[in-house]
C-alpha cells in the first residue's frame, strides 16, 4: 500500500498550538493539508503537532528540514505572544527577522479600520518576515504566509484559521504545478474484509496504482492513487472497481452518503420524511446538513416518549402496549404515519435501544428496528448493533440513510420497468 | 500559559498510521493519549503521525527518544503486514525482537477458537516482543503492549484501537504513579477576549497555575492546571474563576452544554421538546446524544417545508404567508404548538437561514429566530450568526441549547421566589 511512498517528494506537515499537544483540542488542519499535499503528489511522511513555545517548535524544524523536500507550518502567525512560529522558523533556517513595510502598511490600515490603538504594536508584528521570504498575501484575516526557498527544499507557513489557510495553500500549490491524481470509492454495507478482498482482485498485483482501505461505522472507502501508471489507467481500473463492489457502491465523486440520498432523491423527484426515536433527529441532521436538502427532505418526527409516538404519528396506543416501542409493528406505524402527515413518497423510521440503559435478554442494547415506507409498501428490518450509545447511534443513522437510497433506487427501477 | 512546560517531564506521542498522514482519518488516538499524560504530569512537546513504514518510523523514533522522558506509540501492533511498530521500535533501541512464548501461548487459543487456520503465522507476529520489554497484558483483542526502559526514559508500545488502548495506557499511567491536577470551566455566550480578562483578573500573576483559554462556535472553556501551586490552591482558584464567569459558566466538571441541559431539566422535574428548521435536528440528536435524556426529553419535529410546519405544529398559513418562516410570529407558533403537541414544560423552536442560498437583503444568511415556550410565556430572540451552512447550524444550535438552559434557571428562580 505505501511502498510507493520513497519514489515521491517527501513532504511534513506542522500544526503549531499548546491546545492541540495538550488534546484539549482535535486537529483538523493537518489532515487538510496532508490531504491537499498527498493529492498534489507529495508523500507526507510525518503530521505533528507542536506546542507555542519557540525553542521546541524551533528544535522540531531543525529535525525535519533537512529530510524533506516541503515543510508546511500551519498556525502561530497571529498577533499575540503566543504566535511563536515566526520566530522558531528563522532561528531553525539561521536567518533574521526584517519588517516589510508594504505589509505593515496594509496592517496599519487595518488598524485604524478598527481603532484599537492599543493592539497596533502587537498586530504589527505580523508585518515581519524572514529574509527571503516570498509573501503570500491574506485574502482575509490579516497575517500573511511565507514561502521560504533553503538548500534541502521548501519551508512554507501559513495561519492557523482554516478560512485564511485554504486559499494560500491553493495559491502556493497551483504555483508549484502540483498535479493530482487519486480517486476515491464509498461503500455503504460490505466488510471491511470483503472490499479489500474485491479491490485486491481487480488490481491483480497491478503496479503504478496505490490503494488504501478505510473503514468508519457501516462505512467503508477505497482510496486508489496513481504511483507511477498515469491518470488513464487509474480511471479504467476505478470504474472496475465500481462495477466489482457494485450497489454496495454509493460514491465514486467523493460524496458522503447523506449527499448522495439528497441527489439520488432529487433526481428521482421523490420526497423524504423522517421519524426517529434511538437516533434522536441524526438522520434528520445528517440530511439537512447537505446544502440543497430543502428540495426533498419534507421534515422529521423525533418521537422519544411513547404518547408523542401516539400523537405526532398516530401509532396505535395498542400497538405500542403489545408490541413495545421497538417491535416491527411499531416501526411500521411510524413510517406510515410520517409518511402521511409529511406528505413524503418515503418515510423512514426507527426505533430502537441505544444504551447505556433500557436492554433486556430478549431485546438487548443495539436492537434496532428500521421501517421503510414507500409508495409499493412499506418493508421492516432488524438489526443488532455493536458499539456504545454513540456507535449504535452512529451505525443506526448509517442504515437508515442506505434504507432510503434502496427505496429510491428500487422505486427508480420500478418506474422504468414495463408496468 | 506555557512557561510551566519545561519544568515538567516531558512526553512525545506518537500514532501510526498511512491513513493519518495521508489526511484520510482524523485522529483522536493522539489527543486522548496527550490529554492522559498532561493530566498525569507530563508535558506532550509533540504528538505526531507516521506512515506504516519502518524505516520513517525508526528515524523519527530516534529523533524522539533521547529528548523526551516518556514516548508513547498507538498502532501498529496488529497482525498484517502493515503492522511495523515492533521492528521500527526495535531497530530504533538496537535491540532485537525475541519469541515469547507465554504470548504466542494465548494467541494460540484464541487462533483456536477463531479457527481461522491460515492466519495463524501471522497472528503469532504478536508474540515477537523487543528485548527487555515489560508486557501489558490485552483485556480484550489480541495484541499485547510493551513498555521499554532505556538510557534516556521510557518508550510504551500501545495498540490502536481505543478500546484495547486505553486500559493499558490508565494501567501503565498508574504503575508509573502519576498524579492529577487541572479544572475545567466552560462557558456559553461570552467572547473569548472577556474570558481571557476574567481569568486574568483572578489568576493576577498568581504563581504555580497555568491556563489554556480555547473557543468553539459559541463556547469558550477554560482549563487551569496546577503547576507547582498545589492542588488546594487550584481548587481555590477555580471556585473564584466560577464565580467571575458568572451564569455563562455552565459546567465544572467537564460536562458538555448537552448534558448540562439534560441535568437542570432532571433536576427541575421539566421536560423539553424541540421544533427546528434550519438546524434539522441538531439540537435533538444533541439532547439525545446524551445517556438519560428520555427522562426529560420528549421529542422534536423536524420542520423543514412550510406545509409541514402547519400540519404538525399547528402553525397558521396566515402566519407563514405574512410575516415569512423566518419571523418572530413563525418562531413563537412553532414554540408553542410543539409546547402542546409534545405536552412538554419547556419547548425551543429554532427557524432561519442556514445558507449556501436562500438569502435576502433584508434576510441575509445566518438570519436566525429562537422561541422558547415555557410555563410563563413565550419570548423570541433574533440573532445574525456567522459562518458558512455548518458555522450557522453548529451556532444555532448552542444559542437553541442555551436558551432551554436559560429558560429553566428561570423558572427555578421564579419557583423558588415568593409566590
Chains 1, 2 share one sequence.
Not at 216 to 228: A, K, N, W, Y
Not at 380 to 401: F, K, P, Q, W, Y
Request: negative net charge; glycine residues 10%; proline residues 5%.
Amino acid at each position: 500500500v505505501s511502498a510507493d511512498a520513497r519514489s515521491r517528494r517527501s513532504a511534513a506537515v506542522i500544526v503549531v498550538g499548546t491546545e492541540l499537544t495538550t488534546g484539549l483540542r482535535i486537529d483538523t488542519n493537518g489532515p487538510e493539508v496532508a490531504r491537499a499535499l498527498e493529492h498534489a503528489g507529495f508523500s507526507v511522511d510525518v503530521t505533528a503537532a507542536l506546542p507555542d513555545e519557540v525553542l521546541v517548535l524551533a528544535r522540531f524544524l531543525g529535525d525535519v528540514l533537512p529530510s524533506h523536500k516541503l515543510v508546511v507550518v500551519t498556525g502561530g502567525l497571529g498577533p499575540t505572544h503566543d504566535d511563536i512560529t515566526r520566530e522558531a522558523a528563522a532561528h531553525a533556517l539561521g536567518r533574521p527577522l526584517v519588517h516589510d513595510p508594504a505589509i505593515a502598511e496594509t496592517l496599519g490600515a487595518a488598524i485604524a479600520r478598527h481603532a484599537e490603538a492599543e493592539a497596533a504594536p502587537r498586530v504589527l508584528r505580523q508585518a515581519d518576515v524572514i529574509e527571503g521570504a516570498a509573501v503570500l498575501a491574506p485574502t482575509i484575516g490579516t497575517a500573511p504566509g511565507q514561502v521560504l526557498e533553503h538548500a534541502d527544499g521548501t519551508l512554507v507557513l501559513l495561519p492557523g484559521p482554516p478560512a485564511e489557510m485554504r486559499p494560500m495553500l491553493s495559491a502556493f500549490l497551483e504555483h508549484a504545478g502540483a498535479s493530482a491524481a487519486t480517486r476515491i470509492l464509498r461503500t455503504v454495507g460490505l466488510p471491511e474484509s470483503d472490499v479489500q478482498l474485491r479491490v485486491d482482485r481487480v488490481l491483480d498485483g497491478a503496479a503504478g496504482i496505490g490503494f488504501t482501505v478505510l473503514a468508519s461505522p457501516g462505512l467503508t472507502d477505497v482510496v486508489l492513487r496513481d504511483v507511477g501508471a498515469g491518470e488513464m489507467v487509474l480511471s479504467d481500473i476505478a470504474e472496475k472497481v465500481a462495477v466489482a463492489l457494485g450497489s454496495a457502491c454509493y460514491s465514486a465523486d467523493g460524496s458522503t452518503l447523506a449527499e448522495a440520498v439528497i441527489a439520488l432523491a432529487a433526481a428521482s423527484g421523490l420526497s423524504i420524511a423522517t421519524a426517529e426515536s434511538c437516533t434522536g433527529g441524526g438522520v434528520a441532521a445528517a440530511l439537512t446538513d447537505v446544502p440543497g436538502a430543502s428540495a426533498v427532505f419534507r421534515g422529521g418526527a423525533v418521537t422519544y416518549a411513547d404518547d408523542v409516538k401516539t400523537a405526532l404519528l398516530g401509532v396505535e396506543p395498542d400497538v405500542l402496549a403489545s408490541h413495545g416501542a421497538v417491535s416491527a409493528e411499531t416501526a411500521t406505524s411510524m413510517a406510515t404515519g410520517a409518511r402521511e402527515r409529511f406528505a413524503a413518497d418515503i418515510a423512514i423510521a426507527v426505533t430502537g435501544i441505544a444504551g447505556p440503559s433500557g436492554g433486556s435478554p430478549s431485546k438487548p442494547v443495539g436492537t434496532v428496528w428500521f421501517a421503510v415506507a414507500a409508495p409499493g409498501g412499506v418493508t421492516t428490518l432488524l438489526r443488532t448493533l455493536s458499539g456504545d450509545r454513540n456507535g449504535v447511534r452512529t451505525r443506526a443513522t448509517v442504515m437508515a440513510l442506505e434504507l432510503i437510497r434502496q427505496a429510491i433506487a428500487s422505486r427508480a427501477r420500478h418506474e422504468s420497468g414495463a408496468d
